[in-house]
């Protein structure tokens, strides 16, 4: 693996795991979309780092995909098709969304802290 997985995938699997961020990952009212935050870009960095594992499946399911159906229905037929490829892509752009900054701003989640010890007397 290289230090820069994310730029493994090659640039047709590149624009279909963006069109299918951009269905998993919307902008809404409160949260940045997946384009707002460049989630195939920079932002996919650390979950290859953290689960490598997973970049040799992700290519193979992009590949996989039907280039006439929509993301929308992309998405929906891993779903209903293929669980463990819907998991896969899943946990790639879930993790890659919500380690953005951006996206923890706002949520407001300001990380883990540790929890003062009670000790209890009974």
């Not at 951009?22 to 290859?48: C, H, K, N, Q, Y």
């Not at 992309?74 to 946990?91: D, H, K, P």
């Amino acid at each position: 693996m290289t230090k820069n997985s994310a730029a493994s995938l090659t640039a047709e699997q590149t624009a279909k795991l963006c069109a299918i961020a951009a269905v998993v990952a919307p902008r809404t009212p409160r949260m940045p979309s997946a384009d707002d935050i460049d989630l195939v870009g920079a932002a996919m960095e650390p979950v290859f780092l953290a689960r490598p594992d997973l970049l040799v499946p992700l290519r193979e399911l992009l590949d996989g995909l039907d280039a006439l159906a929509t993301p929308s229905d992309q998405v929906a037929g891993l779903a209903r098709e293929n669980g463990t490829q819907f998991a896969v892509l899943m946990q790639v752009v879930a993790g890659a969304y919500y380690m953005d900054a951006r996206v923890r701003r706002a949520l407001e989640y300001t990380g883990q802290h540790p929890a003062p010890f009670f000790h209890l007397h009974g």
